[in-house]
């Protein structure tokens, strides 16, 4: 491990203890309903990660649905946002912190005083240990506060409440009944990057280019970070054997940024650094199959059936859940079992 990856561990692990009793969610048991509109709404999730940011469209999804007029902003980190919220028009403003602040400082103060031009009737902080969404909540100027903490009576009602993506869910309708609301038991919605007709239409286009039949297509994505990455030796053969299983399917690899290939590039490949266009190209495939990453969420988020691979202890908070989607511990399933999940998916 790396002398910075230590100093940024260190330095998450110091500012959540600093910033952990920061805030307390701010409920007014005596609002009168009738008398107060909910428009104004702030979402904070200051994560630049593709992954984190697409965790919080099911959020995003729910505050529309209990509130279909209203305006969100989003405080975030980093230059996705606007991409991955292109299509939803409730998005009203999206305040923006740099990726690297130390390098930006005059745009790292400039987006945090930007919080202090708005007012808001509701602020919520989606990830309880996120030590800038907490401050960030706390900074602003809003009636109503939800800093995202865990709720033991939640918790205990949903066997799935330690999704990252269903958490918040969960905790934002349990703060609606405190004001007064009536409970919503709906099921939490699924991640969803919008992708419009003329997208999907066009990334088809870019498939059959690559495939050249008519071919149904599984998409594979080989690559991950740090120890999430399975290795060649790890790859080479499940790709052999998907090669062996569905012969009447086109295999097609979906590249990373870095352009790397743990198979050594035998499959067809696609290549790009559009986040959309990825997605797009997903969603005309009939499964996704990868390791836990920002583009096992875009897959799921484009609404394909999603094949995730965990190495790590975190399947419960980061499994996709959309239809029929699947997480595989590799620990201790094998490739029997992996193939049986994809053959459930492809009937």
């Not at 996704?288 to 609404?303: E, N, R």
Request: glycine share 4%; with cysteine; net charge positive.
């Amino acid at each position: 491990m790396s002398l910075k990856t230590n100093i940024n561990a260190l330095r998450r692990q110091l500012m959540r203890k600093l910033t952990k009793n920061v805030g307390t969610s701010q409920f007014d048991k005596n609002v009168d309903l009738s008398k107060v509109k909910f428009k104004k709404i702030l979402i904070c999730r200051p994560n630049p990660r593709l992954g984190n940011q697409l965790l919080i469209t099911p959020l995003v999804q729910d505050v529309i649905t209990t509130f279909p007029d209203c305006e969100i902003d989003l405080f975030v980190n980093g230059g996705l946002a606007p991409i991955i919220f292109e299509n939803y028009t409730n998005i009203n403003r999206i305040i923006r912190l740099p990726r690297k602040p130390f390098k930006e400082i005059t745009k790292y103060v400039k987006g945090w005083l930007s919080l202090k031009k708005y007012s808001y009737d509701i602020v919520i902080n989606v990830v309880e240990n996120s030590s800038s969404g907490r401050l960030s909540a706390q900074f602003v100027n809003s009636k109503y506060k939800f800093f995202g903490d865990d709720v033991d009576a939640v918790q205990q009602k949903h066997n799935d409440y330690e999704h990252i993506a269903k958490y918040p869910v969960y905790n934002f309708r349990h703060y609606l009944t405190k004001l007064g609301f009536k409970e919503n038991n709906s099921a939490v919605p699924n991640l969803d990057l919008k992708l419009s007709d003329s997208e999907l239409a066009e990334a088809k286009k870019i498939l059959h280019s690559i495939v050249q039949n008519d071919k149904k297509t599984i998409a594979i994505f080989t690559f991950a970070t740090a120890d999430k990455c399975y290795s060649e030796a790890w790859w080479a053969p499940f790709y052999d054997r998907l090669l062996a299983e569905y012969p009447d399917y086109n295999i097609v690899e979906v590249l990373p940024v870095e352009n790397v290939s743990q198979i050594g590039f035998k499959a067809p490949t696609f290549y790009s650094k559009d986040v959309r266009e990825i997605g797009a190209l997903i969603a005309n495939t009939e499964v996704f199959i990868g390791a836990d990453s920002g583009i096992m969420h875009l897959a799921s988020a484009s609404k394909t059936p999603t094949v995730g691979l965990f190495s790590r202890d975190n399947i419960k908070m980061y499994q996709p859940y959309n239809d029929k989607s699947v997480a595989i511990d590799t620990n201790t399933d094998s490739v029997e079992d992996f193939i049986t999940a994809i053959n459930k998916i492809l009937r």
